[in-house]
């Protein structure tokens, strides 16, 4: 079965360090998205991304983020300069389509530590 | 703000019984609920979902209930395996938006 990766599965950064989370979406997905969940709160929206182009982002998604599509396969996460809120876990999803009923399929995360 | 709000953190039930996991909701525009389970070094995954304009909805042993007068929906999994224990969440959707919110979560152990 098909199944959205993510690597690496955990990353300890000092503070002011750039970070880059990789995913690798299902192959036939259109639509991606990334979320975290800081620990013991719950799952947050970050951002999603569709042709290229960021569709919808929340108001955690500042300029410290970005995202990227660099190739077919991967799509990867950027924080340019880590703070200690940073910290948390980073899930990764796609889905074929962006509707009301469709389903999101989520990465295992990548587990973000910043010293 | 939490617009979706899972009062319990955690719950235990032998196995055999009924789980029944509940959670409420503020945003009278979300006409879209799911249910995720997530195990531990895992990633959510879908579970079930349910329409605004349905109140219940069955996949085997799971049936989620919803009372939208309350705005309160729940998770009824009968019988509890062991195999079910993991955390879940609810979410929702709507008001002109595909991104689900979702509460914080729910962790079931169900004892052998």
């Known amino acids: 079965e098909p199944e959205v990766t993510q690597t690496p599965s955990h990353q300890v950064t000092q503070m002011g360090q750039e970070v880059i989370l990789r995913c690798v979406p299902i192959s036939n997905h259109l639509y991606f998205y990334w979320y975290r969940q800081i620990l013991g709160q719950k799952v947050e929206f970050l951002v999603s991304?569709?042709?290229?182009?960021?569709?919808?982002k929340s108001e955690i998604f500042d300029d410290q983020f970005s995202v990227e599509r660099p190739d077919g396969s991967n799509f990867t996460l950027k924080i340019r300069s880590t703070k200690l809120e940073d910290s948390a876990m980073y899930f990764c999803?796609?889905?074929?389509?962006?509707?009301?009923?469709?389903?999101?399929?989520f990465g295992p995360g990548t587990r973000l530590t910043v010293l | 703000d939490q617009q979706v709000k899972q009062n319990s953190p955690s719950l235990s039930v032998q196995e055999g019984r009924i789980s029944i996991l509940n959670c409420d909701y503020t945003?009278?525009?979300?006409?879209?609920f799911l249910w995720y389970k997530k195990y531990p070094a895992e990633g959510p995954t879908f579970l079930i979902s349910?329409?605004?304009?349905?109140d219940k909805n069955e996949d085997g042993r799971f049936t989620v209930f919803l009372n939208k007068s309350a705005k309160h929906l729940s998770l009824h999994i009968v019988p509890s395996q062991p195999g079910d224990s993991a955390v879940y969440f609810c979410a929702a959707r709507g008001g002109g938006s595909y991104i689900p919110t979702f509460g914080r979560g729910t962790s079931l152990i169900v004892h052998p």
């Open positions: 991304f569709y042709n290229n182009e960021i569709s919808e």
């Open positions: 999803a796609s889905s074929a389509r962006m509707g009301i009923t469709d389903t999101q399929y």
């Open positions: 945003n009278s525009m979300f006409d879209y």
């Open positions: 349910i329409s605004s304009i349905k």
